[in-house]
């Protein structure tokens, strides 16, 4: 018989109270051993014991092992834990200690320059590069930390108004799905007098993923290249991703500025890794155990596009940190890089109602634009296409709030690309609806340009698109399923409609040839019937 586990008492914090629960389920479960309940959970009995001890937190993978092997229910204490975890974070965390020194999934903006670290070479690098050219590209893979080089790092460096490269305003904008407006706007605003604008375009690959019009990528790439001209006073960064850097080729003109031009991220070095992770701990006064730092170096190294992750995970620990040090069981406890993503997603969603849950599928799904034969790529969509009603416009807040997506000039977003891939719920959903995101995706677009007409009726759907999107966005009733948003569901009624009215329409010009064939077909056998009886008349009088 093993040792008599030292007594804990469940009101002393939420970790004590899940070291309670799990002592007292393993007792329903017959009180094994913890050497028996190692032999079925896949780890060892002293870290099984460990996790009922009460003295830290067990990761969620641990707790899960231990549940399995008593034969708990794991969606019930994954809940559990995240409720532990949570109140943990908060009971840990001192809001006199000022705001966070990391910022998660979201880019660093123009005023966290006091908390950007580790890219310094690229950033004077790629301000030199403007100085020498008017049109430059910054390229790297998704989650490389452009769009935080060029708005931290970049905007300060360019607003030190260097004497040999004298600069007036710097403005920033993403393409989004209508360029041409976004870029003609911004021009459009009054300069300094003798000194030149710099235009940063962040996620230039949006003219590919969310502009559909080829007309208007060209004449978004031909107003980027008016920046050639000295004149124009003008000088232009494109942000672009990697995996999107050969599209720049189907322009000639912007193929040619960007090859004079360009700057390629790599991946930051673990000198400069660690830089980016203590630094910021020490502008707020707090120390990062150096374990820590290892194991964030160890798999942000492995992790492509993993700044955003650990940038995440480093913010977890800031909630969860132990007086002022951010501690190796606080990252063990939320497990890690790519486990303190999900996490905190999966900890939002379950603590949603049923209908409040189904409102967040809804909207993350609309926020994810599915790769066909490529990645899967956010997708921003106004408030509008999104809050549809009262549920959606709180469930919306409360995305926004847990830093799982970001709202800029009424446009909302994913926070970052790396949320697809990190939260394994939200890529089951992409991959369950993969064909019908793509259908939906062309439907909201749709539904979009046939309100700019005016509701024309040539702009409806027909023939094979009206089927398609009725049959995957239509209720046995025959009315628009509760996906669709009011525009997208008023345009497919108005598709239907304008589709059953030519359909009665098409069925009562039948109807009437038909008729006039018939009476035709009469008319003309009762005229050969006459010539007939006549002709006869005459050969036999």
């Given at each position: 018989?093993?040792?008599?586990?030292?007594?804990?008492?469940?009101?002393?914090?939420?970790?004590?109270?899940l070291a309670?629960?799990?002592?007292?389920?393993?007792?329903?479960?017959?009180?094994?051993?913890?050497?028996?309940?190692?032999?079925?959970?896949?780890y060892?009995?002293?870290?099984?014991s460990?996790?009922a001890?009460?003295?830290?937190?067990?990761t969620?993978?641990?707790?899960?092992?231990?549940?399995?092997?008593?034969?708990?229910?794991?969606?019930?204490?994954?809940?559990?834990?995240?409720?532990?975890?949570?109140a943990q974070?908060e009971?840990?965390?001192?809001?006199?200690d000022?705001?966070?020194?990391?910022?998660?999934?979201?880019r660093?903006g123009a005023?966290?320059?006091?908390?950007?670290f580790?890219r310094?070479?690229?950033?004077?690098?790629?301000?030199?590069?403007?100085g020498?050219?008017?049109?430059v590209?910054?390229?790297?893979?998704?989650?490389?930390?452009?769009?935080?080089?060029l708005?931290?790092?970049?905007?300060?460096?360019?607003?030190r108004?260097?004497?040999d490269?004298?600069?007036?305003?710097i403005?920033?904008?993403?393409?989004?799905?209508?360029?041409?407006?976004?870029?003609?706007?911004l021009l459009?605003?009054?300069?300094?007098?003798?000194?030149?604008?710099?235009?940063l375009?962040?996620q230039f690959?949006?003219?590919?993923?969310?502009c559909?019009?080829?007309?208007?990528r060209v004449?978004?790439?031909?107003?980027?290249?008016t920046?050639?001209?000295?004149?124009?006073?003008?000088?232009?960064?494109?942000?672009?991703?990697?995996?999107?850097?050969?599209h720049?080729?189907?322009?000639?003109?912007?193929?040619?500025?960007?090859?004079r031009?360009?700057?390629?991220?790599?991946?930051?070095?673990?000198?400069?890794?660690?830089e980016?992770?203590?630094?910021?701990?020490?502008?707020?006064?707090?120390?990062?155990?150096?374990?820590?730092?290892?194991?964030?170096?160890?798999?942000?190294?492995?992790?492509?596009?993993?700044?955003?992750?650990?940038?995440?995970?480093?913010?977890?620990?800031?909630?969860?940190?132990?007086?002022?040090r951010?501690?190796l069981?606080?990252?063990?406890?939320?497990?890690?890089i790519?486990?303190?993503?999900a996490?905190?997603?999966?900890?939002?969603?379950?603590?949603l109602?049923?209908?409040?849950?189904?409102?967040?599928r809804?909207m993350?799904?609309?926020?994810?634009?599915?790769?066909?034969?490529?990645?899967?790529?956010?997708?921003p969509a106004?408030?509008?296409?999104?809050?549809?009603n009262?549920?959606?416009?709180?469930?919306?807040?409360?995305?926004?709030?847990?830093?799982?997506?970001?709202?800029d000039s009424?446009?909302?977003?994913?926070?970052?690309?790396?949320?697809?891939?990190?939260?394994?719920?939200?890529?089951?959903w992409v991959?369950e609806?993969?064909?019908?995101?793509?259908l939906?995706?062309?439907?909201?677009?749709?539904?979009?340009?046939?309100?700019?007409?005016?509701?024309?009726?040539?702009?409806l759907?027909?023939?094979?698109?009206?089927?398609?999107?009725?049959?995957?966005?239509?209720?046995?009733?025959?009315?628009?399923?509760?996906?669709?948003?009011?525009?997208?569901?008023e345009?497919?009624?108005?598709?239907?409609?304008?589709?059953d009215?030519?359909?009665?329409e098409?069925?009562?010009?039948?109807?009437?040839?038909?008729?006039?064939?018939?009476l035709?077909?009469?008319l003309?056998?009762?005229?050969?019937?006459?010539?007939?009886?006549?002709?006869?008349n005459?050969e036999?009088?």
């Amino acid at each position: 018989m093993g040792r008599r586990e030292k007594a804990i008492d469940h009101v002393d914090g939420p970790v004590q109270r899940l070291a309670w629960e799990l002592r007292q389920l393993r007792a329903e479960a017959g009180s094994p051993t913890y050497r028996e309940l190692a032999d079925r959970a896949g780890y060892s009995a002293p870290t099984l014991s460990e996790a009922a001890a009460g003295r830290k937190l067990p990761t969620l993978p641990v707790t899960l092992a231990y549940i399995r092997a008593c034969g708990g229910d794991e969606d019930e204490w994954a809940r559990r834990w995240q409720a532990a975890a949570d109140a943990q974070a908060e009971q840990s965390a001192d809001d006199d200690d000022g705001e966070a020194p990391y910022r998660g999934l979201t880019r660093y903006g123009a005023d966290d320059q006091h908390l950007f670290f580790g890219r310094a070479p690229e950033v004077e690098r790629l301000a030199q590069l403007i100085g020498q050219h008017r049109v430059v590209a910054l390229v790297g893979a998704s989650g490389s930390g452009k769009s935080s080089l060029l708005r931290a790092g970049l905007v300060s460096q360019l607003q030190r108004d260097p004497d040999d490269l004298p600069l007036g305003a710097i403005r920033i904008c993403t393409p989004g799905p209508d360029p041409v407006h976004a870029i003609r706007s911004l021009l459009a605003l009054p300069g300094q007098e003798g000194r030149d604008t710099v235009l940063l375009v962040d996620q230039f690959e949006e003219i590919f993923t969310l502009c559909h019009d080829h007309q208007d990528r060209v004449e978004f790439v031909n107003l980027l290249l008016t920046a050639q001209e000295a004149r124009n006073h003008l000088r232009v960064v494109i942000a672009v991703r990697a995996d999107f850097y050969g599209h720049c080729a189907d322009h000639q003109g912007l193929a040619d500025a960007v090859t004079r031009a360009h700057l390629l991220i790599s991946p930051m070095p673990p000198e400069r890794l660690r830089e980016a992770i203590v630094r910021p701990a020490q502008q707020a006064g707090l120390l990062v155990e150096r374990t820590v730092t290892d194991q964030l170096l160890e798999e942000v190294a492995h992790e492509p596009g993993g700044l955003p992750l650990m940038s995440h995970t480093l913010l977890e620990l800031w909630r969860r940190r132990t007086g002022r040090r951010l501690t190796l069981a606080a990252y063990e406890a939320i497990g890690g890089i790519r486990g303190a993503v999900a996490h905190t997603a999966e900890g939002v969603f379950t603590g949603l109602g049923p209908e409040q849950a189904s409102a967040a599928r809804a909207m993350l799904l609309r926020l994810v634009s599915p790769g066909d034969g490529a990645p899967d790529t956010r997708r921003p969509a106004s408030r509008t296409e999104l809050q549809t009603n009262e549920v959606h416009a709180e469930v919306l807040e409360q995305l926004i709030a847990a830093r799982l997506l970001t709202t800029d000039s009424g446009s909302v977003e994913l926070a970052h690309e790396a949320l697809i891939t990190a939260w394994p719920r939200l890529q089951r959903w992409v991959d369950e609806e993969r064909e019908r995101l793509h259908l939906h995706r062309r439907l909201t677009e749709a539904a979009q340009t046939w309100k700019v007409l005016g509701e024309d009726a040539g702009a409806l759907y027909r023939g094979v698109l009206l089927n398609a999107a009725r049959t995957e966005f239509s209720t046995p009733e025959n009315r628009p399923a509760g996906i669709l948003n009011d525009l997208e569901a008023e345009f497919l009624m108005a598709s239907v409609t304008e589709h059953d009215r030519a359909a009665a329409e098409a069925a009562r010009t039948a109807r009437l040839m038909q008729l006039l064939t018939t009476l035709l077909v009469v008319l003309v056998a009762s005229g050969l019937s006459i010539w007939l009886m006549w002709f006869i008349n005459r050969e036999h009088p």
